[in-house]
């Protein structure tokens, strides 16, 4: 009996020792992993940042475009006419047009908003070449000392300067306002050939930057024609004929422009 109790408890005594064996492992597996520390990721320190300019698109500006509608080719020239008109507040405040006997020379002049001279070389027609010549010849310009201002000084109507050349000798007049017939003819069709100038350079202007424009300028010929300002209206047909068949421009201004064309050759016949 005694032998069989020491077995017993030497039993009892196996099992609780493998017991605590097994809890032991699994307290064990309970225990949470240490966290791993996550490798450090290397940030970039942000360098400067080239940011691209900005293409300002070129402002339009009332200047001579690059592209030219029947620019007449510079001529050398010996000026022998000289003709300035200056109304300070008029839309073209200066006028300079110069030239010699044949007609070539070129304009130059100032206008309003324009922010500088503009300049282009012209090249007058026979008929308004023979014009300017049949006037001074029978107001034996060179030879006169006759005054073409009228009594009543009219500075509001702008101030006309006239210079002619010729074998070594000179004269200049001025005045604003004339009853001489001859003295009158002569500055209005120097101011005819300012009108044309003028207005190519605006037809043309207006080609480049606002061509919706240009029938307004058709309509503005038209007016000139009419009122007898323009110095020899065929002179202007090549131009016309351009303008008539040329997409760049508005199809009301070709069909305005074709119009002009019938007027003036049949004006001409």
């Given at each position: 009996m005694?032998n069989?109790?020491?077995?017993?408890?030497?039993?009892?005594?196996?099992?609780?020792?493998?017991?605590?064996?097994?809890?032991?492992?699994?307290?064990?597996?309970?225990?949470?992993?240490p966290?791993?520390?996550?490798?450090?990721?290397?940030?970039?320190?942000?360098?400067?940042?080239?940011?691209?300019?900005?293409?300002?698109?070129?402002?339009?500006?009332?200047?001579?475009?690059d592209?030219?509608?029947?620019?007449p080719?510079?001529?050398?020239?010996?000026?022998?006419?000289?003709?300035?008109?200056?109304?300070?507040?008029?839309?073209v405040?200066?006028?300079?047009?110069?030239?010699?006997?044949?007609?070539?020379?070129?304009?130059?002049?100032?206008?309003?908003?324009?922010?500088?001279?503009?300049?282009?070389?012209?090249?007058?027609?026979?008929?308004?070449?023979?014009?300017?010549?049949?006037?001074?010849?029978?107001?034996?310009?060179?030879?006169?000392?006759?005054?073409?201002?009228?009594?009543?000084?009219?500075?509001q109507?702008?101030?006309?300067?006239?210079?002619?050349?010729?074998?070594?000798?000179?004269?200049?007049?001025?005045?604003?306002?004339?009853?001489?017939?001859d003295?009158?003819?002569?500055?209005?069709?120097?101011r005819?050939?300012?009108?044309?100038?003028?207005?190519?350079?605006?037809?043309?202007?207006?080609?480049?930057?606002?061509?919706?424009?240009?029938?307004?300028?058709?309509?503005?010929?038209?007016?000139?024609?009419?009122?007898?300002?323009?110095?020899?209206?065929?002179?202007?047909?090549?131009?016309?004929?351009?303008?008539?068949?040329?997409?760049?421009?508005?199809l009301?201004?070709?069909?305005?422009?074709?119009?002009?064309?019938?007027?003036?050759?049949?004006?001409?016949?």
């Open positions: 005694a069989l109790g020491h077995t017993r408890l030497a039993v009892l005594s196996l099992f609780a020792l493998l017991s605590l064996g097994v809890a032991g492992i699994g307290q064990a597996r309970k225990n949470p992993r966290a791993s520390t996550p490798t450090p990721i290397a940030t970039p320190t942000p360098g400067p940042v080239t940011v691209p300019e900005a293409s300002s698109a070129p402002h339009k500006r009332n200047v001579r475009p592209g030219k509608i029947s620019a080719v510079p001529a050398t020239f010996v000026g022998t006419h000289l003709f300035l008109f200056e109304r300070p507040g008029f839309l405040p200066r006028l300079v047009i110069e030239h010699d006997d044949a007609g070539k020379g070129k304009t130059s002049f100032d206008r309003d908003g324009s922010g500088g001279t503009i300049s282009d070389p012209i090249e007058l027609s026979t008929n308004t070449i023979a014009g300017i010549a049949a006037v001074l010849k029978r107001m034996a310009f060179l030879d006169s000392t006759e005054n073409y201002q009228y009594t009543n000084d009219m500075p109507m702008g101030t006309n300067t006239f210079t002619l050349k010729s074998g070594g000798r000179a004269r200049t007049v001025t005045y604003n306002w004339t009853t001489n017939a003295a009158k003819f002569l500055i209005d069709e120097y005819r050939i300012g009108n044309e100038a003028v207005w190519r350079f605006e037809l043309a202007l207006a080609r480049e930057n606002q061509p919706l424009q240009t029938p307004k300028l058709l309509r503005a010929l038209e007016s000139y024609i009419k009122r007898n300002e323009i110095s020899d209206p065929p002179h202007i047909l090549p131009l016309l004929k351009e303008v008539a068949v040329d997409e760049r421009f508005p009301i201004a070709r069909n305005s422009a074709a119009k002009l064309i019938k007027q003036i050759e049949k004006s001409a016949k």
